[in-house]
């Protein structure tokens, strides 16, 4: 079945360290995002990517890196510069064209502690 | 400035009765797409509808239709004979043209809907 695979679905970190949170999808979607969602709010973007070893920043990327050394993997670690990094994370595909949508995956869910 | 803005944090509304959820977007660019999402309390994103802006007609998925004045830059959802599973967060969204590299999906900060049996 084609779709996108966020892994794992509970993270738990100690403060100060830093954590990777996985995304693949097998949809042949050029595009990419990462949104961070805090409680009863919406979707902000973190970083997106249109191509292979190619990424843009969105409009809360500091603390955040990403990388995409493949077009089926767009991993978003989370570094210890990010100051308040608790939140859902969701993690998106979709073509280039502006009328399709977008895919998501199941989230993950990270606590620091 | 918001590119896209949700003004209802919340909404109550009676099994089968109809529902808006409102949203007005702002952009400059004459190429765009407007979608909506559903959020269940599960957290996945499950998507409704889409409206293209170049769209001459609104857009109807089944109990969903979109109320798209173009003008006034909104883009209302309608859900029909509401159901208990409507219950959920309702997210706006929408991807502009532009040059490539630019086509990054914004959304709204939502509007948690309430069906009451």
């Known amino acids: 079945d084609g779709g996108i695979t966020q892994s794992p679905k509970y993270l738990f970190r100690k403060e100060g360290q830093n954590v990777t949170l996985s995304c693949e999808q097998n949809?042949?979607?050029?595009?990419m995002y990462w949104y961070r969602q805090d409680p009863g709010q919406g979707l902000r973007l973190i970083y997106y990517?249109?191509?292979?070893?190619?990424?843009q920043k969105g409009d809360i990327a500091e603390g955040y890196s990403v990388s995409r050394e493949k077009k089926e993997s767009f991993p978003l670690t989370v570094t210890s510069a990010q100051k308040n990094p608790t939140a859902f994370y969701l993690c998106?595909?979709?073509?280039?064209?502006?009328?399709?949508?977008?895919?998501f995956g199941q989230g993950t869910r990270l606590t620091v502690v | 400035a918001q590119k896209i803005t949700q003004t209802q944090p919340g909404m109550f509304v009676q099994e089968k009765e109809a529902v808006t959820l409102d949203c007005t977007y702002d952009t400059s660019d004459p190429s765009y797409g407007l979608f909506w999402y559903k959020q269940p309390s599960s957290g996945e994103m499950i998507f409704l509808i889409y409206q293209g802006s170049y769209d001459q007609q609104n857009a109807t998925e089944g109990r969903y239709s979109l109320n798209f004045q173009k003008a006034r830059k909104s883009a209302n959802l309608v859900i029909s004979a509401s159901q208990l599973g409507d219950s959920a967060m309702y997210f706006c969204a929408m991807r502009e043209g532009g040059d490539f590299g630019n086509e990054k999906l914004t959304f709204g900060t939502g509007t948690r809907l309430t069906i009451i049996p």
């Open positions: 949809l042949n979607h050029d595009a």
């Open positions: 990517s249109q191509i292979v070893n190619d990424f």
């Open positions: 998106a595909s979709s073509t280039l064209t502006i009328n399709t949508e977008a895919f």
